[in-house]
């Protein structure tokens, strides 16, 4: 099965070319000491011990006993698993501002540099992971930000694993208003026939197993409503890569 050449994909390009800064740093994206990685190793490790008690579906945090938090079994999510690499408010949270909202495009790399280090022992990474997907954009917030901040996360996760990656198997309708504020049913209203799939495209759906990457996730609703549209196309299976997950 022929991938996407993720260094030929570039989504952003073509909308804008505002200067960024594509520097790699030369200290840890978290506490900003100098040295030659992108994390250190006592970050690392705080980074490490925040994965245990973890819901293995949604990723928030829960008792030690269990594997399903409650909420995700009184509404079970249509997505199958989901890993954040910290929690929003933690020592990554302004690395991943910087990233977002002020161009540093280069600390994609520093991110997925941290979390194969942080995951690379994961079960997920040695299951069969057929596409990588990056929460698009509506061309609108595509041309204001200049690039998705999701597809440079999944074009350097997909080359760090060796997987086919592609962010033109879903589309992205423009919608109003501020996302990151809103309430959990606000984002659901909002949300409702906001992707379509690409018809060309639907053979990279069937019968697949494919990971949504994104930047935050906070109720879930852009992760489920995906998901969803993937599963009802005929997906195996979905499960999500995120850097930060805040608590509800």
């Known amino acids: 099965m022929a991938g996407v050449n993720v260094g030929d994909v570039d989504i952003g390009a073509q909308y804008t070319q505002r200067p960024m800064k594509f520097l790699l740093p030369s200290s840890c994206i978290a506490c900003k000491k100098f040295q030659a990685f992108s994390i250190c190793d006592k970050c690392l490790k705080l980074i490490k011990n925040k994965q245990t008690h973890r819901c293995r579906q949604c990723a928030l945090p829960c008792q030690a006993q269990k594997l ?11 997505f199958d698993s989901t890993i954040c690499l910290d929690g929003y408010g933690g020592i990554l949270t302004e690395a991943l501002q910087d990233y977002k909202y002020q161009g540093k495009v280069a600390l994609a790399t520093c991110f997925t540099d941290a979390w194969k280090c942080a995951f690379q022992n994961e079960r997920l990474f040695h299951e069969e992971i057929d596409w990588m997907i990056p929460v698009p954009l509506s061309i609108k917030k595509l041309h204001h930000r200049g690039f998705n901040q999701s ?10 694993f060796n997987k086919n990656a592609d962010p033109y198997i879903l589309g992205r309708n423009h919608i109003e208003g501020d996302q990151a504020h809103a309430t959990r049913e606000e984002r659901f209203t909002r949300l409702i026939n906001t992707f379509r799939v690409n018809p060309k495209r639907l053979h990279h759906i069937e019968n697949q197993h494919i990971v949504i990457v994104d930047d935050v996730m906070t109720t879930g609703a852009t992760l489920n409503i995906m998901a969803k549209l993937l599963k009802d196309f ?8 995120v850097i930060l997950r805040t608590s509800l």
């Open 68 to 78: 399903i938090c409650d909420l995700c079994q009184r509404h079970p999510p249509s």
């Open 151 to 160: 597809w440079e996360l999944c074009k350097r996760f997909a080359k760090t």
């Open 234 to 241: 005929g997906a195996q299976s979905v499960h999500n890569w």
